[in-house]
C-alpha cells in the first residue's frame, strides 16, 4: 500500500541484513508497519502493529477483502473523497484515504496528474491484488508499540516516525521509544531501526542517500536513510 515514508525503494537492501539474523520459525515483529511494504516481503510467523487504526483497517481491507475495493475513479470520485474527510461512514475508509491521498498520507489531498489521465483508483487496486496474498498470514494489530505484546525472542523492525521530519497527530517521544529499544534488546529480542539519525550507543549497519517528496507543497528532498542495532 502506498504510505508516507513507506521503505518499499530500500527493502530490497535492509531486508536480507535482517533476515541473515533471523532464526527458524522466529517471530517477525513490525510495530510500525505503515504501508506493510517491508513485512510483504517476509514469510513464516508475522505481526503488523500501528497505533493509526485506519492503517490497520486499511491493510486487514486489502488483506481479506480486496475484491470489494473500488476499482476505477468513476466507481469512487474526488467529491467521495472530499465527503470521507468528515464522515467515517465508508466501510473502507482507511484504505481510500491512504491509497487514494498524495504520496500516501492520511487524506493528505486526492491524486492527480498534470493532465487529470491517470486513473490512480485503478493503480491502487491493481496494487492491493498483488499485495493482498503478501498479507495472508500477517496478524495485525491496533496497538502503540508500548502496549504491543511481543513473543519472545522476536525479531523486531522499527520504522517509527522520523525525529525532525512531518509532524504527526499524535506527539512522539524519541527518547522513549529508543529506551524502548535497549529494553527489548535486554530482554532477548533482535532489533532494527530505520532512522535518519539515533543515539550514540546504536551502530549504523547500513546507508542510503534517498529522495523523497512527503508533500506537493514542499517539493522533494534528499536524506541519508540509515538502519541501526543497539551496540549491546
Known amino acids: 500500500m502506498k504510505y508516507m515514508g513507506s521503505k518499499n525503494r530500500i527493502a530490497k537492501h535492509i531486508l536480507p541484513i535482517m533476515l541473515a539474523e533471523r532464526n527458524p520459525n522466529q517471530w517477525w515483529v ?6 506493510a511494504n517491508m513485512i510483504d516481503r517476509v514469510v513464516g510467523n508475522r505481526i503488523g502493529a500501528d497505533i493509526n487504526p485506519y492503517v490497520i483497517d486499511a491493510l486487514i481491507a486489502i488483506r481479506d477483502c480486496v475484491s470489494d475495493l473500488p476499482k476505477t475513479n468513476k466507481e469512487f470520485t474526488e467529491d467521495f473523497y472530499k ?4 464522515s ?5 475508509k482507511g484504505y481510500v484515504g491512504f491509497a487514494f491521498s498524495y504520496s500516501g498520507k492520511w487524506l493528505g489531498g486526492w491524486r492527480r496528474d498534470r493532465l487529470g489521465k491517470r486513473d490512480y ?3 491502487s487496486y491493481k496494487n492491493a491484488l498483488k499485495q493482498s496474498p503478501l498479507l495472508q498470514s500477517v496478524r495485525f494489530v491496533k496497538e502503540s508499540y508500548l502496549d504491543l ?3 519472545d525472542n522476536s525479531l523486531i523492525y ?9 509532524k504527526y497527530k499524535d506527539r512522539f517521544n524519541h527518547a522513549d521509544f529508543w529506551q524502548w529499544c535497549r529494553d527489548r534488546v535486554n530482554e532477548g529480542h533482535t532489533v532494527f531501526i530505520s532512522e535518519y539519525n539515533a543515539p550514540e550507543d546504536f551502530e549504523c549497519i547500513w546507508q542510503k542517500e534517498i529522495v523523497s517528496s512527503l508533500t506537493k507543497d514542499t517539493g522533494s528532498k534528499k536524506g541519508m536513510e ?6 549491546a
Open 30 to 35: 513490525e510495530p510500525f508497519v505503515g504501508g
Open 83 to 86: 465527503q470521507l474527510r468528515k
Open 88 to 92: 467515517d461512514d465508508y466501510k473502507y
Open 121 to 123: 483508483v485503478n493503480e
Open 149 to 151: 505484546q511481543i513473543p
Open 158 to 166: 522499527c520504522d517509527p516516525p522520523y525525529d525532525g521530519t512531518t
Open 226 to 231: 540509515k538502519l541501526f542495532r543497539y551496540k
